[in-house]
């Protein structure tokens, strides 16, 4: 893990040697993906079977893609009740922030005879991916189906892959609890393809969240414009901002959290101490010896991890808002008062007892977030993501009469005569109704 002394250049912060995912060359996988996702839209059930028997081994029959109410039962009977408590008190936290976000229609009526408004309506089904595989990852599918069942939504699907046929129960239980109205046991680019295009089985949706492999990702990318989707997410990445204050074994273990994800995961500090920067770096080595995926947490390190030792607090918010991580802890003797200048981040962790995995699992705040620099126009997953506007106009015979001729001049203007025609045809000798 590199340290890096950030000066600046120009009069802004260069922070040029901090190493950039680049941007690999997918086509060869986008290529598969194009193929997968056009069989399953016009072959269906067939197709779905016939990719999840080539990838994942398992033989389905039409009848075995949905996961049936039996099963669903059994697998919440399989779960240790301890954890079956704690994912219902998380549901609730992540349920009452969210509920925080719902959006009202409003209408404002004026006394000229104009009616001006704007219509929330909920989308009508939602697709939620979760991975499959050897892990399972209920915090996925709380946060997934959650905001989507506090919008509104009438039919929240979700579909995840099967080893040997069988899923995880503690993704099941955490999908029924969550208020799932349908599971299949399909996974990668086709169940992606499913919940696009619909196939006799597996509904079509208007929105699919959620995250997975490269192949789910690019195939997301491909049903785009069919379907709405959340976004096409990188790796990991924490970034945290600590002074002298902060204790380093903090500082280490909560870089080490995201570090542990994946190898392309950026782990960064931020600081204004030296001897904090040695310190958390001694912690990090300590924690190695002990950890489970310390191989995978040593590559992303190497690759994308940093200490950068700024001038102070000031320095470190701006190069914070120019990474725009996605997950941001402050760590400082005051971070309310640093939190006012930060301007780029997915999630904001405050003092040394907000965790980012407090965020993941329990807290409340959506872990769907942005990554790769998107937070400086993405926002985290909410309720809002599942809703859509529709503006409402209505005006009076009287109140269109008294603005005519301007919205005539203004039509004419853009060449749009027909535009023009359609305001004026209503004063040209008849007599208008309300």
Same mark, same amino acid.
Request: charged share 25%; proline share 4%; aromatic share 6%.
């Given at each position: 893990?590199?340290?890096?002394?950030?000066?600046?250049?120009?009069?802004?912060?260069?922070?040029?040697?901090?190493?950039?995912?680049?941007?690999?060359?997918?086509?060869?996988?986008?290529?598969?993906?194009?193929?997968?996702?056009?069989?399953?839209?016009?072959?269906?059930?067939?197709?779905?079977?016939?990719?999840?028997?080539?990838?994942?081994? =398992? %033989?389905?029959?039409?009848?075995?893609?949905?996961?049936?109410?039996?099963?669903? %039962?059994?697998?919440?009977?399989?779960?240790?009740?301890?954890?079956?408590?704690?994912?219902?008190?998380?549901?609730?936290?992540?349920?009452?922030?969210?509920?925080?976000?719902?959006?009202?229609?409003?209408?404002?009526?004026?006394?000229?005879?104009?009616?001006? *408004?704007?219509?929330?309506?909920? =989308?009508?089904?939602? *697709?939620?991916?979760?991975?499959? *595989?050897?892990?399972?990852?209920?915090?996925?599918?709380?946060? !997934?189906?959650?905001?989507?069942? #506090?919008?509104?939504?009438?039919?929240?699907?979700?579909?995840?892959?099967?080893?040997?046929?069988?899923?995880?129960? #503690?993704?099941?239980?955490? $999908?029924?609890?969550?208020?799932?109205?349908?599971?299949?046991?399909?996974?990668? $680019?086709?169940?992606?393809?499913?919940?696009?295009?619909?196939?006799?089985?597996?509904?079509?949706?208007?929105?699919?969240?959620?995250?997975?492999?490269?192949?789910? $990702? =690019?195939?997301?990318?491909?049903?785009?414009?069919?379907?709405?989707?959340?976004?096409?997410?990188?790796?990991?990445?924490?970034?945290?901002?600590?002074?002298?204050?902060?204790?380093? %074994?903090?500082?280490?273990? &909560?870089?080490?959290?995201?570090?542990?994800?994946?190898?392309?995961?950026?782990?960064?500090?931020?600081?204004?101490?030296?001897?904090?920067?040695?310190?958390? %770096?001694?912690?990090?080595?300590? +924690?190695?010896?002990?950890?489970?995926?310390?191989?995978?947490?040593?590559?992303?390190?190497?690759?994308?991890?940093?200490?950068?030792?700024?001038?102070?607090?000031?320095?470190?918010?701006?190069?914070?808002?120019?990474?725009?991580?996605?997950?941001?802890?402050?760590?400082?003797?005051?971070? +309310?008062?640093?939190?006012?200048?930060?301007? !780029? $981040?997915?999630?904001?962790?405050?003092?040394?007892?907000?965790?980012?995995?407090?965020?993941?699992?329990?807290?409340?705040?959506?872990?769907?977030?942005?990554?790769?620099?998107?937070?400086?126009? +993405?926002?985290?997953?909410?309720?809002?993501? +599942?809703?859509?506007?529709?503006?409402? #106009?209505?005006?009076?015979?009287?109140?269109?009469?008294?603005?005519?001729?301007?919205?005539?001049?203004?039509?004419?203007?853009?060449? =749009?005569?027909?535009?023009?025609?359609?305001?004026?045809?209503?004063?040209?000798?008849?007599?208008?109704? &309300?």
């Amino acid at each position: 893990m590199k340290t890096i002394r950030v000066e600046r250049k120009e009069g802004k912060l260069d922070l040029s040697a901090l190493k950039k995912r680049n941007p690999a060359s997918y086509g060869k996988y986008e290529k598969t993906v194009a193929e997968i996702v056009k069989e399953v839209r016009t072959k269906g059930d067939s197709a779905l079977i016939s990719y999840t028997e080539k990838f994942d081994g =398992l %033989k389905l029959k039409p009848d075995g893609i949905k996961v049936t109410e039996r099963e669903i %039962k059994d697998a919440i009977r399989e779960v240790d009740p301890a954890l079956i408590k704690v994912l219902k008190k998380s549901l609730q936290n992540i349920r009452d922030f969210h509920e925080r976000q719902k959006r009202n229609s409003w209408f404002e009526t004026e006394e000229s005879g104009i009616i001006l *408004g704007q219509k929330v309506t909920p =989308l009508n089904r939602a *697709g939620v991916y979760v991975p499959g *595989g050897k892990a399972a990852y209920p915090s996925t599918v709380l946060m !997934n189906i959650v905001p989507a069942s #506090v919008a509104g939504v009438r039919e929240i699907i979700m579909t995840t892959p099967a080893v040997n046929g069988r899923i995880n129960p #503690v993704t099941l239980a955490a $999908a029924h609890l969550a208020g799932a109205t349908g599971i299949y046991r399909v996974g990668g $680019a086709q169940a992606i393809a499913a919940m696009a295009f619909g196939t006799e089985t597996v509904p079509k949706v208007d929105k699919i969240v959620g995250p997975g492999n490269i192949f789910v $990702a =690019l195939a997301k990318k491909n049903v785009y414009g069919f379907v709405s989707i959340d976004s096409i997410a990188g790796p990991s990445e924490i970034l945290v901002i600590a002074d002298e204050s902060a204790n380093p %074994k903090f500082v280490a273990a &909560d870089l080490l959290s995201q570090a542990e994800h994946d190898e392309m995961a950026s782990a960064v500090l931020i600081t204004t101490s030296e001897q904090l920067a040695e310190a958390v %770096k001694k912690e990090i080595q300590e +924690f190695l010896k002990k950890l489970e995926r310390r191989e995978i947490i040593e590559k992303s390190l190497n690759n994308y991890g940093a200490v950068l030792i700024v001038k102070d607090l000031s320095d470190a918010a701006e190069a914070a808002n120019e990474i725009a991580s996605e997950h941001l802890e402050i760590i400082t003797e005051n971070p +309310f008062e640093l939190m006012t200048k930060i301007r !780029n $981040a997915g999630a904001i962790f405050l003092g040394p007892y907000s965790s980012e995995p407090l965020g993941d699992y329990f807290a409340g705040p959506n872990h769907v977030l942005p990554t790769n620099g998107t937070a400086r126009f +993405f926002s985290p997953l909410s309720v809002d993501d +599942f809703i859509k506007k529709s503006s409402v #106009v209505y005006y009076s015979e009287s109140a269109l009469k008294a603005a005519h001729k301007d919205i005539e001049l203004f039509a004419r203007a853009e060449g =749009l005569t027909a535009h023009a025609n359609s305001i004026a045809v209503r004063f040209q000798g008849g007599k208008g109704k &309300d």
